[in-house]
C-alpha cells in the first residue's frame, strides 16, 4: 500500500508539473523542436530544473543507498550500452514525438483534460507498447 501511495504522489506531483509548465499542449513541444523558426526553449528550462533537482538527489540520496525508504530497489539502469534497440527505440520515439508533440507522460496526463481526442494518441500508444513487450 505504502509503494502504491508513493507512486500515486509522484505521479500527481509529474502530472501537475507538466501541467503548470504547459508541458502538455504539444504545440509548445513542438515549437521547442523548431530550431530553425520560432524556436521556443521553455522545455529546456523544465528539463534543466530536473536536472537540478535529480542530480544532488541522485548523489547524495539515491546512489549511497541500496533500497527505497519503502524498502524496495531503485529502478535504475544497469545496462550503459548503447545498442541497435536502444537507437531504433530512440529513433521511433522521436519520430513519435516530432509528429505529435506529445509524449507518454503528458498525454497521461492530458487524460484528466476534456477532450477525448487524447484518445487518439494514448490507445495506439499503449498498443504499441504491448506489441513491441510480446515482439522484442
Same mark, same amino acid.
Given at each position: 500500500?505504502? !509503494?502504491?501511495?508513493? /507512486?500515486?504522489?509522484?505521479?500527481?506531483?509529474?502530472?501537475?508539473?507538466?501541467?503548470?509548465? !504547459?508541458?502538455?499542449?504539444?504545440?509548445?513541444? &513542438?515549437?521547442?523542436? %523548431? #530550431?530553425?523558426?520560432?524556436? %521556443?526553449?521553455?522545455? /529546456?528550462?523544465?528539463?534543466?530544473?530536473?536536472? +537540478?533537482? *535529480?542530480?544532488?538527489? *541522485?548523489?547524495? #540520496?539515491?546512489?549511497?543507498?541500496?533500497?527505497?525508504?519503502?524498502?524496495?530497489?531503485? *529502478?535504475?539502469?544497469?545496462?550503459?550500452?548503447?545498442?541497435?534497440? &536502444?537507437?531504433?527505440? /530512440?529513433?521511433?520515439?522521436? #519520430?513519435?514525438?516530432?509528429?505529435?508533440? #506529445? +509524449?507518454?507522460?503528458?498525454?497521461?496526463?492530458?487524460?484528466?483534460? %476534456?477532450?477525448? /481526442?487524447?484518445? *487518439?494518441?494514448?490507445?495506439?500508444?499503449?498498443?504499441?507498447?504491448?506489441? +513491441?513487450?510480446?515482439?522484442?
Amino acid at each position: 500500500m505504502k !509503494t502504491f501511495l508513493s /507512486a500515486l504522489l509522484a505521479g500527481l506531483l509529474f502530472g501537475a508539473g507538466l501541467t503548470v509548465s !504547459t508541458m502538455t499542449d504539444p504545440l509548445r513541444v &513542438l515549437a521547442f523542436l %523548431d #530550431i530553425f523558426g520560432q524556436w %521556443d526553449p521553455t522545455l /529546456a528550462f523544465v528539463m534543466g530544473g530536473a536536472l +537540478c533537482v *535529480y542530480l544532488p538527489v *541522485y548523489q547524495f #540520496i539515491i546512489k549511497p543507498r541500496h533500497q527505497t525508504l519503502l524498502n524496495s530497489a531503485f *529502478y535504475i539502469p544497469q545496462k550503459s550500452q548503447v545498442d541497435a534497440r &536502444l537507437v531504433a527505440g /530512440a529513433v521511433l520515439f522521436g #519520430i513519435g514525438w516530432g509528429l505529435a508533440g #506529445i +509524449c507518454p507522460g503528458p498525454a497521461l496526463t492530458n487524460l484528466t483534460g %476534456d477532450t477525448l /481526442a487524447i484518445l *487518439y494518441f494514448v490507445l495506439p500508444m499503449l498498443a504499441g507498447l504491448k506489441l +513491441c513487450d510480446k515482439w522484442l
